[in-house]
């Protein structure tokens, strides 16, 4: 069979996503906070096929640059009021029957039981289309609204994370697949047999299980991450089943993707069922003058100072100590290293200043941009997919609904006459959308080998 590329759809419940521009546009709703626009994108990525909505969350209003909130909400920057996207993926999954729904959720800031208890709920509720986006947390300010002074050091995030995982998957699978009988004659509802303890006490959490509900339709939600430094990259080649990337270079996606492959491989995974989805937003118009028209619309809503403030969210360090109209300095920072260092590979090769990068990064946090008629578009995406720099892509949008709307009436049907994506959907679930395998064989190999009941 031809190999077709995924696509997804990146949300934030708040008014801004990667685009701090979005919430400016005058295409834009404004209700970020009631159903009916979330219940509407759903629906526009289910028509065109897509196979998820990928919710991005973060759990602090942004402080880090210059210690001062007033400006983050007072220009509307990322993070600065969002609601909860659990809740929003179950009131999406109860509008839609095909489109899987991606949740971010912390391994520094939730119990494994708490996680694998809602994930197992929503998994039920949307009879098997959910994904879990497995973050570490990114700040201080994180830190301080769950009641700890300081973040954990980066490194150490990822070594309570591997615990975390490990201990959610054994609490998914305590329950065997054929455990509820519901056998109104006999009155017997479950088979206690095939239920079953999972007794774990490490050294960051315990829990004595089991998960208090049956095994959900996809076992447990497929597992996304985006691992960009060197402990993210082992640990979403370890563990995830879609990976979302950054990075605005072919040059640099194309690496990031044989890197990624090549560390499934080293932890006895099948690579194919490791998927990369680097991320763009598309500007789509008639000619290729007006997409770039429609771009420059957009662009020019970009503030400087709104990317920095998220620029300083998303790697916990306070940029207004520096120079706006110097280059980016090489500095240490404990949050998205992978991030930064995209940032600071920019700075050198287009010799761009730290105000540059804000307005960069206000334009969609240093995403690529994809313009043109639907047919460049396609061009673009197809030239990025069969040149190894992706399986899938992220959609991100300029203005919502707009940018999904315009992409699936005019690029999908483009890709689809390119035999690169489905006409419909095959499957029901997003594990059958991702092509994925067995829950069980796409775990690392000696977690396969542990005795996690992991039943058939």
């Known amino acids: 069979m031809t190999r077709q590329l995924h696509l997804g759809g990146f949300l934030i419940a708040s008014p801004v996503t990667h685009s701090h521009a979005a919430w400016r546009h005058p295409g834009s709703e404004t209700d970020y906070f009631g159903p009916d626009h979330y219940h509407r994108i759903g629906r526009i990525l289910e028509r065109g096929t897509f196979d998820f909505a990928f919710f991005a969350d973060l759990l602090a209003a942004p402080v880090r640059f210059g210690g001062d909130q007033s400006e983050p909400f007072r220009r509307g920057t990322q993070a600065a009021a969002t609601i909860d996207p659990s809740l929003v993926a179950a009131s999406i999954g109860a509008v839609t029957t095909r489109l899987g729904i991606a949740v971010t959720k912390s391994t520094t800031y939730f119990h494994p039981y708490e996680l694998a208890r809602v994930f197992g709920s929503l998994d039920h509720l949307t009879r098997g289309r959910i994904a879990w986006n497995i973050v570490t947390s990114l700040s201080q300010a ?6 700890f002074d300081e973040h954990v050091a980066h490194d150490e995030r990822y070594t309570r994370a591997e615990e975390f995982v490990s201990t959610a998957i054994k609490l998914w699978s305590s329950w065997d697949a054929d455990a509820v009988t519901a056998d109104k004659a006999t009155g017997v509802w479950a088979d206690p047999s095939k239920i079953h303890t999972v007794d774990h006490a490490g050294d960051h959490y315990r829990t004595r299980g089991p998960l208090n509900q049956p095994r959900s339709p996809q076992h447990r939600p497929v597992l996304i991450q985006a691992g960009s430094s060197d402990t993210g990259r082992n640990f979403a080649a370890r563990w995830a089943e879609a990976i979302f990337e950054i990075d605005p270079t072919p040059e640099g996606r194309k690496a990031y993707y044989d890197d990624v492959k090549s560390r499934a491989s080293n932890f006895g995974r ?3 069922h490791v998927k990369v989805f680097p991320s763009f937003i598309p500007f789509i118009g008639e000619t290729e003058s007006i997409a770039r028209e429609k771009q420059a619309f ?4 970009a503030d400087p100072i709104s990317g920095l403030i998220t620029l300083s969210v998303h790697t916990d360090h306070d940029f207004s100590q520096y120079d706006l109209d110097a280059p980016v300095e090489d500095v240490v920072v404990s949050g998205t290293q992978g991030l930064f260092d995209v940032a600071r590979r920019l700075s050198q090769r287009d010799s761009l200043t730290l105000r540059d990068i804000g307005k960069l990064y206000a334009q969609g946090v240093l995403l690529p941009q994809f313009v043109g008629a639907a047919s460049d ?3 673009q995406i197809e030239e990025s997919f069969r040149g190894g720099e992706a399986d899938g892509f992220i959609v991100s949008s300029a203005q ?8 699936v009436d005019y690029v999908v049907p483009e890709l689809r006459r390119r035999g690169l994506f489905r006409t419909e959907y095959e499957g029901t679930t997003l594990r059958e959308h991702l092509g994925l395998g067995d829950p069980h064989d796409d775990l690392p190999a000696d977690i396969r080998g542990e005795e996690i009941r992991l039943g058939a």
Not at 142 to 147: D, K, L
Not at 298 to 301: G, K, R, T, V, W
């Open 142 to 147: 994180e830190a301080q609204n769950f009641g």
């Open 400 to 407: 919502a609904p707009g940018t999904f709307n315009e992409f």
């Open 270 to 272: 099948n690579p194919d």
């Open 377 to 379: 578009v396609a061009d």
């Open 298 to 301: 957009h662009n020019e809503l």
